[in-house]
């Protein structure tokens, strides 16, 4: 039987198939279908199964990380969208937290809410802080409310009633009525998507979710019709933002979850990996055609989050820490108003992408530069499946950068490249020593296709002493998936101080959210044995306005004494003091339900041969103004024997991507397959 992971990316999209009798694991890429991504997967698995000739119906589990969600959200291509909120409360979405998106910038201004204030209608409806019913709701003034809102248009309703948290009845009761009355509505309630507090953040992301979910839905029918028709006989999953796997059904329900979902995939896989490799502090710099997603791992854990923009618009659910800036292999080289060079945030994406590829792209990129310093192969990419034409990248970055610059091809190509490394390592500084870490601590876990390209010279930068690069490093997130459960996170709000006489109720609270994910997962067809429940607690000190996550082992092991020490340190490791005398006030209750799959294997590996069996052949390469052109061996990456140390200059080329080594550096292969740069 065969296990296939997917990560649709913004240039490729990735496909990594482990057969379960042998654990042959085969990694495949294909363009990237912005247009419809279902098709780039289908047609991507049809050829994955002709080429290795294996039949469909052998296929037992499917699973992918997708963007759609995320890319409506940016694009603003969602669907038109209404509000339904407590009286009052009409302008939420707009006053927001009264905050400038860029404090000293006149010229950056807020975005304009989703939902535009005629579509955004008040309700008479009140519940107390407690929950209690103040003001009784009236459902057929409701239906009304939304029969207008559908008659001008709106194809989404988002609910989001005040406390509705504490008591999501009247929201229950607005949502039957709704479907019932305009049965092709998509009708989102926030006591569903964020049952907790700050009205804001509940708001706006009830709001998001409605504005994704019908193409969504479209989006997961057009992806079960096409696997279908190719006869892969079962349904697809989807990782979700904590980097966990849903079922369509829960991505259909839920799909803001699938925000950053792909990356998501990369830092699971990625700490699976380092905790095999005996490294369990990682920095994972994961580095596409258009972006670079890090995240820290501490101890084997990812860090999580749920404090998230997405263009303004903040999105509420936890999920793993990940740091995006706009700088991939695609990025777009220019030169400003006052004649300094940058790169990206825009770039040239799948189509028409980089010059050299030959599809129309005007303008100078990340990877025409390293193409023009021969770090990556001047003649084709993907084990010759993608010709490149060196030629095009010189002439454009002589053109556009080098002769405006007054420079030679490769100090403008160098120069590129040296300021998308400068925004890599501020990401990465940003995630590690704002939040009290030690880089000299960690490993720079580097993949996607562009990532080897750059870690060793983003390693230099940041002071790190060794990167680690999986084996097919552009298919990473595809092969987390892979490594990922099934997984859901259950939230509620319960502002109280923490003492004896409140910690009772705190721990009946969880065993009730425990057997709320417990049904969740009987749903997604997880077997009892397999269920697993972690557990935090969310708290600060009282008077602050934000709260520190803290890890409980059980509900039956939760002791008063233990959380207050562990919060202490938490806070401590985080802000750097301590007020022991200041009350220690609990605000959420957090329970992730998830289910155990069966995973691909991270066994030692066994591999013959030499380092002259791997050598390939020589070119120069640029290694920048102090050691220039420097002819370099080149070598095949399966071919590598374990263990053997080369000395830098290197360059190691597999199909999904290149691996540069600097001079002064050296690598080799571990007993797992990656391969170690030590710096």
């Given at each position: 039987?065969?296990?296939?992971?997917?990560?649709?990316?913004?240039?490729?999209?990735?496909?990594?198939?482990?057969?379960?009798?042998?654990?042959?694991?085969?990694?495949?890429?294909?363009?990237?279908?912005?247009?419809?991504?279902?098709?780039?997967?289908?047609?991507?698995?049809?050829?994955?199964?002709?080429?290795?000739?294996?039949?469909?119906?052998?296929?037992?589990?499917?699973?992918?990380?997708?963007?759609?969600?995320?890319?409506?959200?940016?694009?603003?291509?969602?669907?038109?969208?209404?509000?339904?909120?407590?009286?009052?409360?009409?302008?939420?979405?707009?006053?927001?937290?009264?905050?400038?998106?860029?404090?000293?910038?006149?010229?950056?201004?807020?975005?304009?809410?989703?939902?535009?204030?005629?579509?955004?209608?008040?309700?008479?409806?009140?519940?107390?802080?407690?929950?209690?019913?103040?003001?009784?709701?009236?459902?057929?003034?409701?239906?009304?409310?939304?029969?207008?809102?559908?008659?001008?248009?709106?194809?989404?309703?988002?609910?989001?009633?005040?406390?509705?948290?504490?008591?999501?009845?009247?929201?229950?009761?607005?949502?039957?009525?709704?479907?019932?009355?305009?049965?092709?509505?998509?009708?989102?309630?926030?006591?569903?998507?964020?049952?907790?507090?700050?009205?804001?953040?509940?708001?706006?992301?009830?709001?998001?979710?409605?504005?994704?979910?019908?193409?969504?839905?479209?989006?997961?029918?057009?992806?079960?019709?096409?696997?279908?028709?190719?006869?892969?006989?079962?349904?697809?999953?989807?990782?979700?933002?904590?980097?966990?796997?849903?079922?369509?059904?829960?991505?259909?329900?839920?799909?803001?979850?699938?925000?950053?979902?792909?990356?998501?995939?990369?830092?699971?896989?990625?700490?699976?990996?380092?905790?095999?490799?005996?490294?369990?502090?990682?920095?994972?710099?994961?580095?596409?055609?258009?972006?670079?997603?890090?995240?820290?791992?501490?101890?084997?854990?990812?860090?999580?989050?749920?404090?998230?923009?997405?263009?303004?618009?903040?999105l509420k659910t936890p999920m793993i820490d990940i740091q995006v800036i706009g700088a991939g292999g695609g990025s777009i080289a220019w030169i400003d108003d006052a004649g300094a060079l940058k790169v990206g945030p825009h770039s040239a994406g799948a189509y028409p992408g980089p010059v050299a590829y030959g599809n129309g792209g005007e303008e100078p990129t990340l990877t025409d530069a390293n193409i023009c310093m021969q770090r990556l192969n001047p003649i084709a990419l993907l084990d010759g499946r993608m010709p490149v034409d060196r030629a095009k990248s010189?002439?454009?970055?002589?053109?556009?950068?080098?002769?405006?610059?007054?420079?030679?091809?490769?100090?403008?190509?160098?120069?590129?490249?040296?300021?998308?490394?400068?925004?890599?390592?501020?990401?990465?500084?940003?995630?590690?020593?704002?939040?009290?870490?030690?880089?000299?601590?960690?490993?720079?876990?580097?993949?996607?296709?562009?990532?080897?390209?750059?870690?060793?010279?983003?390693?230099?930068?940041?002071?790190?002493?060794?990167?680690?690069?999986?084996?097919?490093?552009?298919?990473?997130?595809?092969?987390?998936?892979?490594?990922?459960?099934?997984?859901?996170?259950?939230?509620?709000?319960?502002?109280?101080?923490?003492?004896?006489?409140?910690?009772?109720?705190?721990?009946?609270?969880?065993?009730?959210?425990?057997?709320?994910?417990?049904?969740?997962?009987?749903?997604?067809?997880?077997?009892?044995?397999?269920?697993?429940?972690?557990?935090?607690?969310?708290?600060?000190?009282?008077?602050?306005?934000?709260?520190?996550?803290?890890?409980?082992?059980?509900?039956?092991?939760?002791?008063?004494?233990?959380?207050?020490?562990?919060?202490?340190?938490?806070?401590?490791?985080?802000?750097?003091?301590?007020?022991?005398?200041?009350?220690?006030?609990?605000?959420?209750?957090?329970?992730?339900?998830?289910?155990?799959?069966?995973?691909?294997?991270?066994?030692?590996?066994?591999?013959?041969?030499?380092?002259?069996?791997?050598?390939?052949?020589?070119?120069?390469i640029y290694c920048g103004p102090r050691d220039g052109w420097q002819k370099t061996s080149i070598y095949a990456r399966d071919k590598l024997p374990l263990s053997e140390v080369i000395s830098g200059p290197a360059i190691i080329e597999e199909m999904s991507s290149t691996t540069v080594v600097l001079p002064g550096q050296s690598v080799h292969v571990d007993a797992i397959g990656n391969l170690i740069i030590e710096c």
């Open positions: 039987m065969y296990r296939i992971g997917i990560d649709v990316g913004g240039t490729f999209t990735d496909f990594v198939m482990l057969n379960a009798k042998d654990e042959n694991v085969v990694f495949y890429k294909r363009p990237s279908t912005p247009h419809d991504p279902s098709e780039a997967i289908a047609n991507g698995l049809s050829e994955l199964i002709s080429l290795n000739k294996i039949d469909a119906a052998d296929i037992d589990f499917v699973g992918h990380g997708t963007t759609v969600a995320t890319n409506m959200i940016i694009e603003r291509r969602g669907v038109s969208t209404g509000l339904l909120t407590t009286k009052g409360f009409r302008d939420v979405l707009a006053i927001g937290r009264q905050a400038r998106p860029g404090l000293y910038d006149y010229r950056v201004r807020k975005v304009d809410p989703l939902v535009p204030r005629r579509h955004r209608i008040e309700v008479s409806e009140r519940l107390a802080a407690n929950g209690d019913v103040l003001v009784e709701i009236d459902e057929d003034a409701i239906v009304a409310d939304a029969q207008k809102l559908w008659a001008d248009g709106v194809k989404s309703i988002a609910v989001c009633f005040l406390h509705s948290y504490r008591n999501p009845a009247h929201e229950e009761r607005v949502q039957a009525a709704i479907c019932k009355a305009l049965p092709d509505a998509y009708v989102s309630i926030s006591s569903e998507v964020l049952p907790e507090f700050r009205e804001f953040e509940r708001t706006s992301t009830t709001v998001l979710n409605a504005y994704v979910g019908p193409k969504m839905q479209s989006y997961t029918r057009k992806l079960r019709d096409r696997l279908k028709d190719i006869s892969v006989p079962v349904e697809p999953m989807t990782i979700h933002s904590n980097g966990g796997l849903l079922s369509l059904r829960s991505v259909e329900e839920l799909p803001v979850l699938t925000c950053l979902s792909g990356p998501a995939a990369g830092v699971v896989g990625a700490a699976a990996l380092g905790t095999a490799s005996g490294f369990p502090n990682l920095i994972t710099y994961d580095v596409g055609g258009t972006s670079t997603d890090v995240s820290l791992i501490a101890e084997g854990q990812p860090k999580y989050t749920s404090k998230r923009e997405i263009t303004q618009f903040p010189l002439e454009v970055l002589k053109a556009k950068i080098a002769d405006p610059l007054g420079m030679s091809v490769e100090e403008a190509a160098y120069g590129i490249l040296t300021i998308a490394v400068a925004s890599m390592s501020r990401a990465i500084r940003s995630i590690s020593i704002e939040h009290g870490y030690n880089l000299a601590d960690f490993t720079l876990v580097s993949f996607g296709g562009a990532g080897p390209l750059h870690s060793a010279d983003v390693a230099r930068e940041c002071g790190l002493k060794r990167v680690l690069i999986p084996q097919e490093p552009g298919t990473m997130c595809a092969r987390g998936i892979l490594l990922s459960n099934i997984s859901r996170d259950f939230v509620r709000t319960e502002l109280m101080l923490a003492k004896e006489s409140s910690w009772h109720r705190l721990t009946g609270l969880l065993r009730e959210m425990i057997t709320e994910g417990d049904t969740w997962l009987a749903r997604e067809k997880v077997l009892e044995g397999d269920r697993r429940f972690d557990l935090i607690i969310e708290a600060r000190y009282r008077g602050q306005n934000h709260e520190i996550r803290i890890p409980v082992a059980s509900v039956e092991s939760a002791e008063l004494e233990n959380f207050i020490a562990d919060f202490h340190a938490a806070h401590e490791r985080e802000y750097g003091t301590i007020v022991k005398t200041r009350p220690v006030e609990i605000v959420n209750c957090r329970v992730r339900a998830s289910g155990a799959v069966p995973k691909a294997s991270l066994e030692p590996v066994e591999r013959k041969g030499s380092i002259a069996d791997a050598l390939v052949g020589e070119r120069d």
